[in-house]
């Protein structure tokens, strides 16, 4: 596996400045959370500095390194590319950097849709992702707040706040969001 040191040159040769930033705030917001919730820091540290490691990759480029490994993709996320970053960048953290740990893969791999029966790491760096430090939007102080009072809560919100964002664009809910939403909120409600 890859040091940080060098999954750090490969990010800031590969992000832009602001994503490289963005980076650094996920990785900080998922130490915390990490320590908070009994996970693993290290882990969480490995996911999140990852996480986006293909968020400046063209999207024409998504597809043809999709392509190139014959790998086939749903309808709706050929139709909201802006997702597939965390598939890809899972992809480019087990054969570029060597990163073996499926549960650190699982957590980019699925940051951008959540799943259903999210792991807690899965569920840490989905939420540093909207409440690192960098972020500034209507209502990321509350989100914080809930995600460090109670991080099923703050990650129920965040899935919420996606969806209603989502259909707000007139665009596509991902069906992995929807049943990592209901599937969480069951597990709220003890049903």
């Known amino acids: ?3 940080y040191e060098e999954i750090d040159d490969y990010l800031k040769k590969n992000l832009t400045e602001s994503r490289y930033e963005h980076t ?14 009994g996970e693993s ?10 996480h986006d490691c293909a968020k400046n990759m063209r999207i024409d480029a998504q597809f043809e390194f999709l ?7 749903d309808d709706i996320t050929r139709k909201s590319p802006q997702i597939l970053h965390g598939l890809i960048g899972s992809i480019i ?11 650190v893969l ?3 791999r699925y ?4 799943k259903k029966s999210m792991s807690l790491l899965e569920k840490i760096i989905y939420i540093a992702d909207y409440i690192e430090p960098n972020r ?11 995600t460090y009072a109670d991080l099923d809560k703050g990650v129920l919100q965040g899935f919420d706040n996606t969806i209603t964002y989502v259909i707000k664009l007139g665009q596509l809910v991902h069906p992995l969001t929807i049943e990592a939403r209901n599937d969480l909120l069951l597990k709220i409600k003890g049903c």
């Open 1 to 3: 596996m890859w040091s």
């Open 24 to 37: 650094l705030g996920v990785v900080y917001a998922a130490e915390l959370l990490a320590e908070k919730n």
């Open 41 to 50: 820091k290290d882990k969480a540290r490995l996911a999140a500095l990852v």
């Open 67 to 73: 392509k190139s490994r014959s790998i086939e993709i």
């Open 93 to 103: 953290a087990k054969e570029t950097m060597h990163i073996e740990d499926e549960e």
């Open 106 to 108: 699982s957590a980019v």
């Open 111 to 114: 940051h951008t849709t959540g």
């Open 136 to 146: 500034d939007y209507k209502g990321v102080e509350d989100l914080r707040n809930i």
